[in-house]
């Protein structure tokens, strides 16, 4: 039973994170990209979810989430500069990670909960 | 082999080297092109069907008619579902290959939710057929036999209705979707199974054009239109039915529509992530993409899956909530 409230809370939580993404992805996301248009990670997302529903500005939000998140990893195959996610102000940083962990999390906790169910 | 047959071209080729590539005698030839006006003296493109005569006699079969009627058919389903910049035709090859390969991909959800609905559809034009045979009779004895069909068909209504939410994970135990519809290019068909494919092929591109318009706007109608259905299913003295269907059926369609398109994005992205960073795959080429297809077809099926399950809980959950 713990589980499967674990399971219903996860997916409430992601059906309510769909507005803060719609927020994210109309509003602040052109301004964050903006610090990261030398960033092939950013730009190659970018390009390949083109024609994604929404122009794939859901994965999009995902993927600067990612970059602020983990920006030493991707640095490291040369995707980013770390330097670049430094001078993204706090308030867009938050923007775009909270969505994201928002959804991974869900979906983690819907993931763990349905095979303990 | 006897009888006309039909096969579906799988490349676009001009019509003379079609025709060359299947070596008639001149007899046959006369035929062929009386059979196959749909595309003669045209570039033959994929998904079209080619109809080849029956040996046997010069004249026209009724059996040949009936083919020469699928193929228009299926001509014109081909050509209006995209006629602006031929998508279905240019990418007939890989809707064909996400159809059966990921039994998961949220576009190919429609064509087995069509075919649920028109189930559905069917039950319940025999449901309504039963009201009006008891009504025409309207005798006491004809009342009981109607109670026990009825019920019959209430069972197999719920059933039906059980599976509403699948969201096309259903097709699983049923094989890969290729299988269940029957669609390969490379093989041949027989008059009977044609109509399978014409229905098919409207399904493809119906899928098509709702891949390319938003495949959320194909669900949101999907969803709209089995509500109505439901509604007409609940008839007097199933209220309680009625009430809990619409709890856990509309918690398990919105925990997997939710799951589903979440779980596209979410997986999308990390498909691209992993190939990019594990792998040092570019951002921006075929391979990307295919690490995004990958990617986003696993994450769709696998958070729509737990999305409906989840979703059902959470509807039986309500539904006791609100009746206690």
Request: aromatic share 8%.
């Given at each position: 039973?713990?589980?499967?409230?674990?399971?219903?809370?996860?997916?409430?939580?992601?059906?309510?994170?769909?507005?803060?993404?719609?927020?994210?992805?109309?509003?602040?996301?052109?301004?964050?990209?903006?610090?990261?248009?030398?960033?092939?990670?950013?730009v190659g997302c970018r390009h390949t979810f083109r024609n994604a529903?929404f122009e794939g500005r859901?994965q999009r939000?995902?993927?600067?989430?990612?970059?602020?998140?983990?920006?030493?990893?991707?640095?490291?195959?040369?995707?980013?500069?770390?330097?670049?996610?430094?001078?993204?102000?706090?308030?867009?940083?938050?923007?775009?990670?909270?969505?994201?962990?928002?959804?991974?999390?869900?979906?983690?906790?819907?993931?763990?909960?349905?095979?303990?169910? | 082999?006897?009888?006309?047959?039909?096969?579906?071209?799988?490349?676009?080729?001009?019509?003379?080297?079609?025709?060359?590539?299947?070596?008639?005698?001149?007899?046959?030839?006369?035929?062929?092109?009386?059979?196959?006006?749909?595309?003669?003296?045209?570039?033959?493109?994929?998904?079209?069907?080619?109809?080849?005569?029956?040996?046997?006699?010069?004249?026209?079969?009724?059996?040949?008619?009936?083919?020469?009627?699928?193929?228009?058919?299926?001509?014109?389903?081909?050509?209006?579902?995209?006629?602006?910049?031929?998508?279905?035709?240019?990418?007939?090859?890989?809707?064909?290959?996400?159809?059966?390969?990921?039994?998961?991909?949220?576009?190919?959800?429609?064509?087995?939710?069509?075919?649920?609905?028109?189930?559905?559809?069917?039950?319940?034009?025999?449901?309504?057929?039963?009201?009006?045979?008891?009504?025409?009779?309207?005798?006491?004895?004809?009342?009981?036999?109607?109670?026990?069909?009825?019920?019959?068909?209430?069972?197999?209504?719920?059933?039906?209705?059980?599976?509403?939410?699948?969201?096309?994970?259903?097709?699983?135990?049923?094989?890969?979707?290729?299988?269940?519809?029957?669609?390969?290019?490379?093989?041949?068909?027989?008059?009977?199974?044609?109509?399978?494919?014409?229905?098919?092929?409207?399904?493809?591109?119906?899928?098509?054009?709702?891949?390319?318009?938003?495949?959320?706007?194909?669900?949101?109608?999907?969803?709209?239109?089995?509500?109505?259905?439901?509604?007409?299913?609940?008839?007097?003295?199933?209220?309680?039915?009625?009430?809990?269907?619409?709890?856990?059926?509309?918690?398990?369609?919105?925990?997997?529509?939710?799951?589903?398109?979440?779980?596209?994005?979410?997986?999308?992205?990390?498909?691209?992530?992993?190939?990019?960073?594990?792998?040092?795959?570019?951002?921006a080429?075929?391979?990307?993409l295919?690490?995004?297809?990958?990617?986003?077809?696993?994450?769709?099926?696998?958070?729509?899956?737990?999305?409906?399950?989840?979703?059902?809980?959470?509807?039986?959950?309500?539904?006791?909530?609100?009746?206690?």
């Amino acid at each position: 039973m713990d589980f499967e409230i674990i399971g219903m809370c996860s997916l409430a939580l992601m059906l309510l994170s769909f507005p803060i993404v719609f927020s994210a992805m109309f509003k602040k996301l052109d301004a964050a990209e903006r610090y990261m248009q030398y960033s092939s990670f950013i730009v190659g997302c970018r390009h390949t979810f083109r024609n994604a529903p929404f122009e794939g500005r859901p994965q999009r939000v995902y993927a600067m989430g990612m970059v602020i998140l983990i920006p030493k990893v991707i640095q490291w195959r040369g995707m980013v500069l770390a330097e670049d996610v430094e001078k993204i102000p706090r308030d867009l940083k938050y923007w775009m990670v909270i969505p994201t962990v928002t959804a991974y999390l869900s979906a983690v906790g819907m993931t763990i909960s349905w095979f303990l169910i | 082999m006897q009888g006309p047959y039909a096969f579906i071209n799988d490349r676009p080729q001009p019509y003379p080297q079609l025709k060359l590539s299947l070596s008639f005698n001149p007899h046959t030839q006369t035929k062929f092109d009386t059979l196959n006006q749909h595309i003669r003296n045209t570039v033959v493109l994929p998904g079209q069907l080619v109809i080849i005569g029956d040996p046997r006699t010069a004249s026209c079969t009724a059996e040949e008619a009936r083919l020469m009627q699928s193929a228009a058919n299926i001509k014109h389903a081909l050509l209006a579902h995209s006629a602006t910049d031929h998508f279905l035709i240019k990418n007939y090859d890989q809707l064909q290959a996400i159809m059966s390969h990921a039994s998961l991909g949220i576009g190919s959800v429609t064509s087995a939710w069509s075919k649920h609905l028109m189930q559905i559809e069917q039950t319940l034009q025999e449901i309504d057929e039963l009201h009006k045979q008891y009504l025409r009779n309207g005798t006491a004895s004809a009342r009981n036999e109607f109670l026990a069909k009825r019920s019959v068909l209430f069972t197999r209504l719920d059933g039906q209705l059980s599976g509403l939410a699948r969201l096309g994970t259903g097709l699983k135990n049923e094989g890969s979707i290729k299988k269940m519809l029957g669609i390969s290019s490379k093989r041949y068909w027989h008059h009977g199974e044609i109509r399978g494919y014409e229905e098919t092929v409207k399904r493809v591109a119906k899928a098509a054009e709702i891949l390319k318009k938003g495949t959320y706007i194909g669900i949101a109608l999907d969803v709209g239109s089995t509500a109505l259905e439901i509604t007409e299913a609940c008839s007097t003295g199933r209220e309680q039915e009625c009430t809990r269907t619409k709890y856990v059926e509309g918690s398990k369609l919105v925990g997997s529509v939710g799951g589903a398109s979440a779980g596209g994005a979410l997986g999308a992205l990390a498909g691209i992530g992993a190939c990019a960073i594990v792998f040092g795959i570019p951002t921006a080429g075929a391979g990307a993409l295919a690490c995004a297809i990958v990617g986003g077809a696993a994450g769709g099926f696998a958070l729509g899956k737990f999305g409906s399950d989840l979703g059902e809980n959470a509807g039986k959950f309500l539904y006791k909530s609100t009746r206690d």
